[in-house]
């Protein structure tokens, strides 16, 4: 099968990545608008990116997110030069607030491409997550 994919350079790849993140702000809406219930968000994740080249180390945080705070629930992939725009999790939170569920673990891998250099090479990225969420 052949896939038909499009290959940036480094500064294109960077002004997509850059516009993308003006979307996501320009179309963001508050929690407590959208989801009055919520007390808390909370997003614990370990962040990997194995490279031949380079070996980065995980990276290990929790992410907190009050009524307050938008609703850009975005993780970037740790490598620099990847095509994709990171792991988007608000479909799983929202899905979560609809069950009223209160935890959920997960993995994914990333989807992009190593960079312009390596277009056929995936990017090798992947982040295992736990999302919390607090009720009133």
Not at 13 to 18: A, C, F, I, S, T
Not at 48 to 77: A, G, M, N, R, W
Not at 116 to 133: A, F, M, W
Request: aromatic share 10%; proline share 4%; net charge negative.
């Amino acid at each position: 099968m052949i896939r038909n994919r499009i290959y940036l350079t480094a500064e294109e790849n960077d002004r997509r990545k850059k516009e993308h993140r003006n979307f996501l702000y320009s179309n963001a809406r508050i929690i407590e608008k959208v989801f009055p219930t919520i007390e808390r968000i909370e997003i614990a994740y370990v962040n990997h990116h194995q490279s031949i080249v380079d070996d980065t180390p995980p990276v290990e945080k929790v992410i907190h997110f009050t009524p307050q705070s938008l609703d850009i629930f975005e993780i970037d992939c740790l490598n620099q030069e990847c095509s994709s725009f990171g792991y988007d999790l608000k479909n799983d939170i929202y899905a979560m607030i609809r069950e009223h569920k209160t935890e959920y673990t997960g993995e994914r891998n990333c989807e992009g491409q190593e960079s312009h250099d390596h277009p056929e090479q995936s990017c090798e990225g992947s982040l295992k997550y736990t999302i919390k969420v607090f009720y009133k």
